[in-house]
């Protein structure tokens, strides 16, 4: 079987979360993805993240890690939720201080709560003067949702990710419900993961962003992915920068896959070349006949 890397407790270390960003459109996804993305240099690094390869992973003053999906909304949540892919621990929900709570605020809040995941309310844009928090933690309170001022247990912050106000205590939040969660991993292990996204590069050829969920990936390892194969010939951070390994929580764009897997597939690492390839190939046929068979009826 695929699934076969289970690991005793006494192997599990402690790993950095995995976070989500989601919320109504405009409400300031990818400005607040951006700032956590510029502001965020790993200690001692000179220069930001320079490439967009779907997710980041980001450092804190006190050198807590925190990996981030770069895919603002809940469609690439809900498409790998539907290809039984769980990469998030914690979602942060934007919401506008200026405006309410929306349609794909509702959503946001449903995906969330049904995949069993914490959330962390970010109201955004503080800084314009039709701002209102308040209003917004009141209308959360009517729906059930008691944010901490309110008396409640979900943490919220309000933010301008314009500015960038609030943004370092939103994700000091994030931490602090991440602790609870006592999240971790056996680094030591052949990795597993999930595809973030995967495209055709003309000069690199496949390349594919993955997170290391749990084990360490290392270049040279033979792995399958979905209906794709192949032996890691290299692989970058988030700033470009080649690196040998990627542990538990890690994002890493990876080159030498066949071909481009889909949003959500895991990923496996095998001992045998011929072993992740014949599995592949049989994946290929069954995807095939299924096509073909709903072409039939
Ligand atoms: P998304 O659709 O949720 O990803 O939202 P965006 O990040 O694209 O933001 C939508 C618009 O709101 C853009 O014009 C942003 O510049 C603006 N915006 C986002 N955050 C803030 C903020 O904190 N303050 C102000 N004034 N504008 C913001």
Redesign the pocket.
């Known amino acids: 079987s695929i699934e076969r890397n289970v690991d005793a407790p006494e192997d599990l270390l402690p790993r950095a979360p995995i976070v989500t960003v989601m919320?109504?459109?405009?409400?300031?996804?990818?400005?607040?993805l951006?700032n956590i993305r510029k502001e965020n240099v790993i200690a001692g690094e000179s220069g930001g993240i320079t490439q967009h390869i779907g997710a980041y992973a980001v450092e804190l003053d006190g050198g807590q890690k925190l990996a981030f999906l770069d895919t603002?909304?809940h469609e690439a949540f809900t498409a790998m939720r539907a290809r039984g892919a769980q990469v998030t621990d914690i979602a942060i929900i934007?919401v506008?201080a200026d405006d309410d709570i929306m349609p794909q605020t509702k959503e946001a809040i449903s995906h969330a709560q049904a995949a069993g995941v914490p959330i962390v309310f970010a109201i955004?844009?503080?800084?314009?003067p039709t701002a209102n928090p308040e209003r917004i933690k009141e209308r959360l309170a009517q729906m059930n949702l008691l944010v901490e001022d309110w008396g409640g247990k979900i943490q919220s912050h309000d933010?301008?990710?314009?500015?960038g106000v609030g943004v370092k205590e939103l994700l000091e939040k994030v931490l602090l419900e991440a602790e609870l969660l006592e999240l971790k991993a056996n680094p030591n292990r052949q990795a597993d993961g999930t595809i973030v996204e995967a495209f055709l590069d003309k000069g690199r050829g496949y390349v594919s962003t993955v997170l290391v969920q749990g084990g360490t990936l290392k270049v040279g390892d033979y792995i399958l992915a979905g209906q794709h194969s192949g032996k890691v010939k290299a692989m970058q951070d988030e700033r470009g920068k080649n690196v040998q390994e990627a542990g538990p929580s890690t994002p890493v764009s990876v080159l030498g896959l066949d071909g481009a897997p889909q949003a959500g597939d895991k990923f496996n690492v095998f001992e045998d070349e011929r072993e992740a390839k014949s599995i592949a190939t049989k994946r290929t046929q069954l995807q095939r006949e299924q096509s073909v068979r709903t072409q039939r009826h």
Do not use: Y
């Open positions: 919320g109504h459109v405009d409400h300031g996804k990818t400005s607040l951006d603002p909304g934007v506008a955004n844009k503080i800084d314009k933010i301008s990710a314009k500015t």
